[in-house]
């Protein structure tokens, strides 16, 4: 390319950029004189009918009639389940988190294996299938506990997991709900919620199976690296925050997280 075309290109580079800048002066200069007009359209077009978007984490994004609720006895259903036996789920005609419980069981500690034995009996009951968290992805889960220096278990554990079911500009994902409350022997479920979202936002996927650490050991090792073990009203929440196990302590004086790395079982940072 000779000098002249050269100085050519430069020209109209210079003048292409010039012309876009005096565009977005004058862009601005019309939006601010007419700004209030056009807020009010905008918000006539795009904001007025809006709702917030349907969320597989609330109820409130599944049919109703694709929500249920169970009741069953902690004491005995880890057994009967280990001998066996499927009749253990009795359907309840409404919420039980309405309400206060009918029965409360005491020294409930499952572990990460309880919870998803229960729940995988329980999608045999209501899917006519176990749960599959290796042909499902998982969207969110956590365990709820109380702190003790002798951690052994939760007694509250959900869960939300799902499949893609259509890729395109918007991706379609089916999700299933599943909360166990084992304090008070009840379920809740909701499922085959359909969810859309666009194609640059996809859905992650929890490898939980994958993980060497479970829950009730993360608790374990949070405990002996700044865990608040021996606080009264004191409860813990174990899930996933950026890859990493979060044991989250909430105590009347604020919470204190600890983050261990679920395949080494490493403590990872405090805050």
Known sequence: MNNRMVKRVIKAVSWTIVSLLALLALTYGYYENHK?????TFYEVFLRDSKPEPSPGFLSGYSNNRIGYYQFN?????????????????????????????????????????????????SQKIWNEP??????????????????????????????????IKIGWETVYSAR????????????????????????????NIELTK???TAEQAVQIANKNGGKVNQ????????I??????????????LVDIFINPFSGKVESKK
């Open 74 to 122: 902690s004491q005995t259903i880890l057994a009967s389940l280990e001998q066996g036996k499927t009749d253990v789920f009795a359907r309840l005609a409404m919420d039980p988190r309405l309400d206060d419980p009918d029965i409360e069981y005491d020294n409930i500690a499952w572990t990460q294996a309880d919870f998803l034995r229960v729940a995988s009996a329980l």
């Open 211 to 213: 993980f060497k650490t």
């Open 36 to 40: 209030s007009s056009i807020d009010l």
């Open 232 to 239: 009264d009203r004191c409860r813990i929440r174990a899930d």
């Open 241 to 254: 925050r950026d890859g990493d196990w979060r044991i989250e302590y909430e105590t009347d004086t604020g």
């Open 131 to 164: 749960l599959d968290l290796d042909g499902w992805a998982i969207y969110s889960f956590y365990f709820i506990g109380h702190c003790s220096d002798t951690f052994g278990g939760f007694n509250d554990f959900h869960i939300v997991y799902y499949k893609t």
């Open 177 to 204: 709900y599943l909360t166990l409350t084992p304090w008070r022997g009840t379920a809740v479920w909701a499922g085959d919620g359909e969810f859309s979202e666009l194609f640059i936002f996809p859905w992650g």
